[in-house]
């Protein structure tokens, strides 16, 4: 079907002009009603933030998304252009995006009453109607709503003429989504700009009297700290918000999971590479651990792409023993869990009384959820035979970031007994048959015990332990 072009075929065609609010909240009804979530992609949000969001969409209100850094706050408010039409009509040629039945700015008009029915018509995408602005000190009023064009007036317009305004980003995306990230790091005068679009809805420039009726769905983004702190909201301007809605870190260990192997950066394709989820269970735990230690500062946060990064970190480490070795396959162990924590102490901001112990801490919070998520997977398996060849037959078992799975596996002569049920416990029983994976298994049990203070560990270096009796 071909779409209008014109007036007349566009009120032919039975279109529907409506707010932007109203068309927002019709496309969530009919997602509401088929059952479809209202943001794909966002875990552990079903019963908390979501709800929220959607009865402030419902009752047509702009909003705060108000949280601490890496809680998706960003990818919430692009879902969102999703709830807009597929396309939508505008006067060809118009600026901000001007509706055809209802013409806004002065050219539109004019146009409207040159042409009549035959004004004409064109379509725009969602993606166009969406505008993100990450809010930062020198942001000024013409980049929100506009300024007088010097151009324009050398042209021969007056001041005063609406047509010499250049318009700013929130005009623009008229009959939209306007989106301000980090809104408090917006200087507090460049905020009372806004001021006259969430409540008047409409803008002026430099004090002439130009009044443009805006139809947007105005979004913010700010983190709690700066929004007591570093910054401020003018209360005016939160006032005119009609809903806050607060995001939260995962609350289990799954969601957590589930995140970081759903954003962690694709592993190489030229390496087979396969991660023990039991591995990364590791690293939500201590995520979790290090968000409710009293030596972290938490109003900074420790962010969800803290695990991200330790996971990729984990898997570059297990690709660069497979690249040197030769090893079939890359497989993350314990041992490659001594590279996650130099590489990520930049994410989190310490509240130490003395400088210094900054890696202390983070080691000991990982060999917390070590333990852990040891205990959890290790319930009731055996492992009294293995302790014995350790303390009585003094077995000892050497492994480093370096060595192959099959040089550890060969520590321990022809059998290691239990393997296969710790293989099942750990969800790695189809892979039995790699050594690669019996490994990092094997590295798990041993670090655990000695956690656990069965088993004793030597640092022989940077790069390798050593466990014996």
């Known amino acids: 079907m071909v779409a209008p072009s014109t007036l007349a ?24 009603r088929s059952g479809d979530p209202l ?3 966002i875990v552990g949000y079903d019963d908390t933030v979501l709800p929220e969001l959607e009865r402030a969409l419902l009752a047509g209100q702009d909003l705060i998304l108000l949280g601490e850094r890496g809680q998706a706050k960003t990818r919430l408010v692009r879902r969102l252009m999703d709830l807009l039409d597929e396309t939508a009509p505008v006067i060809a040629g118009c600026e901000i995006n001007c509706s055809p039945m209802q013409p806004t700015c002065a050219p539109c008009r004019r146009l409207a009453i040159e042409t009549g029915d035959q004004l004409p018509v064109v379509w725009v995408d969602r993606e166009r109607r969406f505008a993100e602005k ?32 250049h318009w700013g980003l929130v005009p623009r995306h008229n009959r939209g989504i306007v989106a301000i990230n980090e809104l408090p790091d917006l200087p507090e005068r460049i905020q009372v700009a806004l001021l006259n679009v969430l409540e008047e809805r409409d803008v002026q420039i430099r004090g002439y009297s130009i009044r443009l009726p805006l139809d947007v769905l105005l ?28 995001t939260h870190y995962p609350r289990t260990i799954d969601h957590e999971v589930e995140i970081l192997r759903a954003e962690a950066a694709p592993p190489p394709t030229d390496v087979p590479v396969h991660v023990p ?18 030596e972290i500062n938490q109003r900074s946060g420790v962010s969800v792409r803290f695990a991200i990064g330790a996971h990729e970190t984990l898997v570059a480490s297990a690709v660069r023993r497979a690249a040197r070795t030769g090893a079939s396959s890359a497989v993350p162990r314990i041992v490659d869990l001594r590279a996650v924590i130099p590489a990520s102490l930049g994410r989190i901001e310490f509240d130490l009384l003395e ?33 014995h060849r350790f303390d009585a037959e003094g077995l000892t078992v050497t ?23 710790w293989l099942q416990r750990m969800g790695e029983g189809d892979r039995s048959e790699d050594p690669e994976v019996a490994a990092s298994v094997v590295e798990f049990v041993l670090e655990g015990l000695h956690l656990g203070r069965r088993l004793n560990r030597d640092d022989l270096d940077g790069a390798s332990v050593r466990y014996g009796g």
């Open 39 to 41: 943001a794909t992609g």
């Open 355 to 387: 400088e210094g112990r900054e890696l202390e801490v983070v080691e000991h919070a990982l060999g917390r959820a070590l333990l852990a998520v040891w205990r959890n997977r290790m319930a009731g398996e055996p492992i009294d035979e293995l302790v």
């Open 277 to 294: 989820r039991f591995l990364d269970e590791v690293l939500a735990e201590l995520v979790h651990g290090l968000r409710v230690s009293p």
């Open 134 to 165: 990450l809010a930062t000190p020198d942001t000024a009023v013409a980049d929100l709503i506009g300024d007088v064009d010097p151009i324009k007036v050398a042209e021969g317009r007056t001041l005063g003429d609406e047509e010499t305004i």
């Open 9 to 32: 075929e566009l009120r032919d065609s039975g279109y529907e002009d409506r707010t932007v609010k109203e068309e927002l909240r019709a496309n969530l009804v009919a997602r509401l």
């Open 399 to 421: 492994t480093g970031d370096l060595m192959p799975g099959a040089e550890v596996l060969a520590a321990f002569g022809d059998r290691i007994g239990g393997l296969a049920g």
């Open 219 to 246: 979004v913010a983004t700010a983190n709690p700290d700066d929004y007591t702190n570093r910054g401020r909201i003018i209360s005016p301007l939160k006032d005119r918000f009609g809903a806050q809605v607060r």
